[in-house]
């Protein structure tokens, strides 16, 4: 049995979809109640990560667990150990963590403290582990949704600098490889798309897509920490900005994990665009 925490996100749903379809049993994780379109046969636990006691009912007898912490879990909360004992308590052989790239590009960034003390105790743990590091997300563009669909305008800062975004369904099929094979123990993956593309060329692609113009307005740095400030700590938005405004060497390089894992190319910016062009019309 497998525990998928974060089910209802864009990870998480499509874990617990590809883990269904490969007949494994699965319990999908969230704080909200069960959502409209799970997977038959998939068992749901309103629970929560950041509260193991709550985490019991759906860790019994579980064989591996995927780890996500979402929104206020990454700055604070229950301490790994205390998950981890639960999950060793309720049979749970093997974890994967869902980690950042910036774990190992910035070690010292404080928006990631708490993510590095979770890397930490799983590889501490005497569990089977594999932990994941992704680069940031080809979903983040529908942060841009309202406003491509209203004004058909991006709003975005650094134009002109290029990152290797991933696609969020990429992350979750080497999740599920690494949930349900052996060959992925110990291993610490760094998950980026296919290819280094800046906001002004994301801008573009999606244009493409609707079949009209949308233009791109660049943002400076402090337009852009005012607007992040309204829904993210002040570590984080200096910390997103950093990446996103100054990257480092090894941020900008494509990683090779996604083929090595699942034996082909990861999918590029315009792939993702394709499967949520709904959200921009």
């Not at 906001?199 to 113009?213: C, D, K, N």
């Not at 660049?218 to 990446?243: C, I, K, N, W, Y």
């Not at 996103?244 to 060497?249: A, E, H, I, Q, T």
Request: glycine share 10%.
């Amino acid at each position: 049995m497998i525990v998928v925490t974060g089910a209802t996100g864009n990870i998480g749903r499509t874990l617990v979809g590809l883990l269904a379809e490969a007949g494994e049993e699965t319990v999908a994780v969230s704080r909200r109640p069960r959502p409209v379109g799970h997977p038959a046969g998939v068992r749901h636990v309103q629970a929560d990560v950041g509260d193991s006691a709550s985490m019991r009912p759906a860790l019994e007898g579980a064989d591996a667990l995927f780890v996500l912490l979402g929104g206020e879990l990454n700055i604070r909360g229950e301490g790994p150990d205390a998950l981890l004992g639960v999950a060793a308590d309720s049979g749970v052989k093997r974890v994967v963590l869902l980690s950042s790239q910036v774990n190992s590009t910035r070690p010292e960034a404080r928006s990631h403290a708490r993510l590095r003390q979770f890397e930490t105790a799983v590889r501490a743990s005497g569990l089977d582990f594999a932990v994941l590091r992704p680069s940031g997300f080809a979903s983040n563009a529908l942060a841009w949704a309202e406003s491509v669909r209203t004004r058909r305008t991006v709003l975005a800062p650094f134009g002109d600098v290029a990152l290797p975004v991933i696609d969020p369904a990429d992350i979750a099929e080497v999740a599920a490889a690494a949930l349900c094979g052996d060959d992925h123990t110990g291993r610490t993956y760094e998950l980026t798309g296919p290819e280094v593309i800046s906001p002004r060329r994301q801008t573009a692609v999606i244009s493409q897509a609707l079949g009209e113009e949308v233009t791109f307005v660049e943002l400076s740095r402090a337009d852009a920490h005012a607007h992040m400030a309204q829904f993210m700590p002040e570590d984080v938005v200096g910390g997103t900005l950093d990446v996103l405004g100054v990257p480092r060497p090894a941020e900008q390089e494509v990683s090779p994990a996604v083929e090595d894992v699942l034996h082909r190319p990861a999918r590029p910016f315009g792939a993702w665009v394709a499967r949520n062009l709904a959200a921009f019309r």
